[in-house]
């Protein structure tokens, strides 16, 4: 399984931004997918999950601002960012759960600075 994410970048203070990831593989139909980030300094953070089923659950940081959603058809997940802080800044992952396992994308950069 793995997992490629894109759309990070530079966006000023309550921009937005919709990051992308794409799963190829052997991959279970059940699954969850989900996001992670991890600013520099700290550790490793949940953002954002969704279930196969759409079900979905959010960090208190994000609820409000942030939306995930994916495409079952596609295996992807997506990540629309909006009213983004500078505090949202980070490296954020993909994940793909199922069967016991987690696999992680590599990483795109989300900057917020004016």
């Known amino acids: 399984v793995q997992l490629q994410a894109s759309g990070g970048g530079l966006v000023q203070p309550g921009g937005f931004l919709r990051l992308s990831c794409a799963a190829s593989g052997s991959i279970a139909r059940i699954n969850v997918m989900g996001w992670y980030r991890q600013a520099p300094g700290k550790q490793r953070e949940f953002v954002a999950t969704?279930?196969?089923?759409?079900?979905?659950m959010y960090a208190d940081s994000v609820k409000g601002r942030f939306t995930i959603s994916r495409d079952n058809a596609k295996n992807m997940v997506y990540l629309q960012m909006d009213s983004l802080k500078p505090e949202d800044a980070a490296v954020y992952y993909c994940?793909?759960?199922?069967?016991?396992?987690?696999?992680w994308g590599q990483g795109t950069l989300v900057t917020v600075s004016s």
């Open positions: 969704i279930l196969s089923s759409s079900t979905t």
């Open positions: 994940t793909l759960s199922f069967g016991g396992n987690t696999y």
